[in-house]
């Protein structure tokens, strides 16, 4: 009876095993997934080669006449915020979503973004902590001398133009903000590190501009010095009181330095773009 038992229980498992081999499933191929494209660039304002990631829309190999709005983004490696930013991009052009136009991303990787994303500092700390600062000049004159001709001249880009920086980058884009406003139509500025040189941006008349700008503002619950210096950009930009600046500020209490960004970004597609829209 025994014996019987333990041959039914075999016999058991040899059908489940034949079943089971029949019903699985293996690779029949396997390749990359990609979701953009990688260019070396040689850089002769900087002197030094720069790696650029590059998002296309899906639209982009469908349809050879139509020109895309580009975003450039700080930071933009594929280790750093590329690939979830280029998430949002893709998810809120999507058509039933309908949040932003379909737009080209230009991720820009990092070689020494303590160098490039800084202005000459006068605070002794800054200096001794961050040696190689202070070279924001060159890397802003690259962006729009080099970086934006390459792009516009490689793909089918229309003439607007934002952009997008985090901490030292979202320092970076206010001077460009300040000083070159017209570099870009959109500024997307996150937990700026207006600390910098004893807030000294801050002081900083903005340079006049004649054209559209919307600006976003935003800050997790960071320390009172980020959080005091990001609403006084803001308030020093409403006291400008322009007419044709769209200007948003968001305070965002449950995050911090490190993952503001993402949400950041989100809320500034939605208010920023659908504005525009309605209008």
Not at 139 to 165: A, H, M
């Amino acid at each position: 009876m025994r014996s019987r038992s333990i041959l039914l229980l075999l016999l058991n498992i040899a059908c489940w095993l034949t079943v089971s081999g029949q019903t699985g499933i293996h690779a029949i191929e396997r390749n990359p997934f990609t979701i953009g494209e990688t260019v070396r660039v040689k850089s002769a304002i900087l002197n030094e080669e720069r790696v650029l990631n590059i998002y296309l829309p899906l639209s982009y190999s469908q349809d050879s006449a139509k020109k895309y709005p580009v975003i450039y983004l700080l930071d933009g490696s594929k280790e750093e915020d590329f690939i979830h930013i280029v998430g949002l991009v893709q998810f809120g052009s999507f058509s039933w979503i309908n949040m932003i136009p379909e737009t080209i991303v230009v991720g820009i990787g990092n070689v020494d973004r303590k160098r490039d994303f800084t202005y000459p500092s006068h605070n002794e700390l800054d200096n001794k902590e961050v040696p190689t600062s202070g070279k924001s000049e060159a890397f802003v004159s690259f962006i729009g001398k080099e970086l934006q001709p390459f792009i516009d001249s490689n793909y089918r880009t229309s003439n607007i133009k934002t952009i997008i920086g985090q901490s030292l980058g979202g320092l970076l884009a206010t001077e460009i903000l300040l000083k070159q406003p017209d570099l870009f139509d959109n500024y997307i500025i996150v937990s700026p590190s207006l600390w910098w040189d004893d807030e000294s941006l801050l002081q900083l008349k903005p340079k006049e501009y004649q054209s559209e700008k919307s600006i976003y503002i935003a800050v997790g619950n960071e320390g009172e010095v980020m959080t005091r210096t990001a609403k006084d950009l803001y308030t020093k930009l409403t006291d400008l009181n322009s007419k044709n600046t769209h200007l948003h500020f968001n305070y965002l209490e449950e995050q911090d330095h490190g993952d503001a960004l993402h949400l950041a970004v989100y809320d500034a597609f939605e208010k920023m773009f659908r504005i525009k829209e309605e209008e």
